[in-house]
């Protein structure tokens, strides 16, 4: 029995495991995520304006951060007996909720909403808790961690309370906590960096995620109307855009990005890769919703103003956070790839512009040449040794 219930151990520092990666548990974990983000996406579906684009990144970070917070834990504690088991279930309960809220999440089911997160974080805080109950020499990090997460979870909490929007401000609030007590806990996380090969797979995994919504509304948009050549036309070039996104990122995607956690000189490139992940998987969902718009389109009507605004610029944020990743060493520390998807990115919002009264067709063409043309330039300039 005691082999069932075994303490936290550290999986990080000089004694840490050489060749780690997900663990069928953290997988199993990631399949509420891939419910989480469909809700999203269908939410945003369901409301393509500026105002519904807002509301979709509201609902996003919360959800999205509940799955950092578990992520990092795993990181450095993960020891897969009963206990931590059982908390990742309740943690997998309390994100189904989420997903279920999710499309009255700032109406009639923000409080079922706010009540999921609570339950998401008080489970990640007793982890933390554990943890440093355990060991001795995590016990700063995972106590500043706990103290920062509850204040931002009892804000949540009084959020109940209170009527919107003011309901909304608070939640903003405990977000900027939740976000800000990494951020400023520098010293204590260079005592305990990441795992240098697990935390990018993670994240990888994530992006994957996200991406599989692309390809899920490349079939809806076919599946949902009779199939003519410009629908079958447009639903090719959307799945090239969801594959020039993959290609990009993966075949760029490093692990040298970890060596900044250990040097405080350059934690805030560390921390940089991190929440700027946020604008990237962001747009990935935006884009498959915007595709799914476009197949359906009829082929001798414009595209309405929304969907073509939403299809460049949310492919122009993907772009302008990848500029960033390959800027800061995110992905492959390189300044012309950093220019080049930054070129992309303004190309698009050009698209956007001028745009007005093309065809779904020709619009969604001309993105994926954009995109392709990104992967064109990066297989001729192979991997430089020198940024």
Known sequence: MKAWFQPPRLRVGK???????????????????????????HNLEEDISLPGFFKFIFLFIPIWWSWIGTTFYANRFDNDDIGHRLIIAGQVLAIAALAVNVHGGLGESSVGFALSYVASRLLLILEYLRAGYYIPSAR???????????????????????????????????????????????????????????????????????????????????????????????????????????????????GSVMRLAEDASQFRLYQTWIYTHVPFVIGLVATGVAVEHVIAGEAGVALPTAE??????????????????????????????????????????????????????????????????????DLYQGRPALT
């Open 308 to 377: 073509r605004w939403l299809l460049c610029g949310s492919l122009a944020l993907c772009f302008l956070a990848l500029s960033l990743l390959h800027r800061s060493g995110g992905l492959l520390h390189c300044k012309a790839r950093s220019r080049y998807r930054l070129g992309a990115a303004i190309a698009l919002i050009v698209l956007a512009l001028i745009g007005v009264g093309w065809s779904p067709l020709i619009l969604i063409v001309l993105v994926a040449i954009v995109c392709a043309i990104q992967v064109v330039q």
């Open 15 to 41: 004694d840490s495991e050489q060749e780690r990666h997900a663990t069928w548990l953290e997988l199993f974990y990631d399949l509420v995520f891939v419910v989480s983000v469909s809700q999203l996406a």
């Open 140 to 254: 700063p990090l995972t106590t500043r961690f706990a103290v920062g997460f509850s204040i931002g979870a009892a804000l949540w909490v009084v959020s109940m309370l209170v009527a919107p929007p003011w309901r909304f401000v608070l939640w903003g609030i405990g977000l900027v906590i939740d976000f800000a007590t990494p951020m400023l806990s520098r010293q204590l996380q260079l005592g305990l960096p990441p795992h240098p090969q697990h935390l990018p797979e993670r994240f990888g995994l994530f992006t994957i995620i996200v991406l599989g919504e692309t390809i899920i509304a490349v079939v809806n948009g076919l599946a949902e109307q009779h199939w003519d050549i410009s629908s079958a036309i447009a639903a090719l070039f959307g799945f090239s855009i969801a594959f020039s996104l993959w290609w990009i990122y993966f075949d760029n995607l490093s």
